[in-house]
């Protein structure tokens, strides 16, 4: 048997899975996902040998797999596949960590209950990050599982940074901006001096574009400013969440247009963004090669929004020395990296456009003042790193 740590990382329906070889330096072994949970499910698994496995799940009594199926398939899987993994600990990605958990911790059941107080504010996310560790608690009790954060990279931003001009009694409630992403950011601030001494050291502002997007000022490696508030729906426009909105649009839509609160929830996360303002399609790779002309407005607003945040965290840090894209929109389309180029050269960085074509990872001119650079982001990394540091 090969000890592993097991990253999961569970969505409405689907669940990513990672598997690191403790014994070896954490190494990656494989990664797979199971699809179509509440649907057709299938099995999708990358084995070591870069082999792609496909299966259909079939439920024995014909019904749909649920996040318990799933669960209890990827364990079925990794005990049986070749010489048999042994999970030493399981790592979540868990979105919210609310106030008190700034940092990744030991996900007991009492843990787990907190962290489903902060369900409301992570409709989408939370209660399926949460369920296969309850899961798993019911199947293995003893197995050490450990919830990662997507605010915690965040929590010690300056005060000012985290406030809304609220009234004291509602702050206190915990109505403050906390920031998501913060698993990429981190890995990002992990591998940054790999690649520039000076965006490591400096203020750097990292744009995570994919189907979630929002933006962070880093000073010296540390979050002191970003674009996602309260909700991960704060900041850009995103796939189909409309980011940025007047608290005005709101109370319109319920008081002029009648809408409820579920319907205003469904507008705001599903059906706003690229794919709203498009009419297209959330996904950045159909815009770019459609003619369409709702699609370009798409876009336009999208890049256009990346430009005006650049502004905001700019004056946070007092200055910008680097520009690091990532995410998939950020890691792969050199079009949008160019039109935001084009419209942040105010603050001196000068677009390499071969480079830029090429993928970077330096994408900015020898004599550039602002460093542009692209870098993958490998937030189940992270998580394996936080899992592992915390079981010692
Ligand atoms: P998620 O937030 O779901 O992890 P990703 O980081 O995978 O999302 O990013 C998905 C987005 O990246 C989609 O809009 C997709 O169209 C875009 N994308 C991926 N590859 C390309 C590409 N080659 N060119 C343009 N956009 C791309």
Not at 289 to 303: G, P, T
Not at 370 to 386: C, K, L
């Amino acid at each position: 048997m090969i000890d592993i740590i097991l990253v999961l990382n569970a969505g409405s329906s689907s669940i990513k899975f990672r598997v690191f070889e403790v014994g070896a330096g954490m190494k990656l072994a494989m990664r797979g996902q199971v699809d179509g949970l509440y649907t057709k499910a299938s099995f999708r698994v990358v084995d070591p040998q870069g082999e792609v496995t496909r299966t259909e799940l079939q439920p024995p009594d014909g019904g749909e797999l649920g996040h318990e199926g799933a669960i209890a398939h990827i364990g079925d899987f990794l005990r049986g596949h070749g010489e048999g993994y042994s999970v030493v600990a399981v790592g979540h990605r868990v979105v919210h960590g609310g106030q008190h958990f700034t940092s990744a911790v030991l996900a007991t059941p009492a843990v787990v209950d907190e962290l489903d107080k902060l369900s409301p504010l992570a409709p989408l996310h939370q209660p399926h990050n949460l369920a296969p560790i309850r899961i798993i608690h019911r199947r293995r009790p003893e197995l050490p599982q450990v919830a990662c954060f997507d605010t915690a990279f965040h929590r010690n931003q300056p005060e000012v940074a985290q406030a809304y001009a609220l009234p004291a009694s509602i702050t206190d409630l915990g109505v403050r901006r906390y920031g998501f992403h913060g698993l990429s950011y981190e890995y990002i601030a992990s591998v940054l001096a790999d690649y520039s001494p000076v965006a490591a050291a400096g203020r750097t502002v990292v744009a995570h574009l994919g189907n979630g997007a929002s933006m962070c000022a880093m000073v010296g490696g540390r979050s002191v400013a970003s674009t996602m508030g309260f909700t991960a729906v704060d900041g850009l426009p995103m796939g189909t969440r409309c980011g940025n909105l007047d608290p005005g649009v709101i109370l319109y839509l319920i008081d002029a247009l009648g809408m409820d609160t579920r319907g205003v929830a469904d507008l705001i996360y599903r059906q706003s963004g690229l794919l709203g303002v498009s009419g297209v399609s959330s996904d950045m790779r159909e815009l770019l090669h459609s003619d369409d002309a709702n699609a370009r407005a798409a876009v336009d607003l999208f890049v256009y929004r990346i430009a005006r945040e650049l502004g905001s965290l700019v004056a946070a840090m007092g200055g910008i020395d680097a520009l690091v894209f990532t995410a998939g929109i950020g890691e792969n389309a050199s079009a949008v990296r160019k039109r935001v180029a084009s419209l942040v050269g105010w603050c001196g960085l000068d677009l390499d456009d071969v480079a830029n074509e090429a993928g970077g990872p330096c994408i900015s001119k020898p004599g550039s003042r602002v460093g542009g650079w692209v870098i993958p982001t490998d937030e189940e990394s992270m998580i394996a790193r936080q899992t592992m540091a915390l079981m010692g």
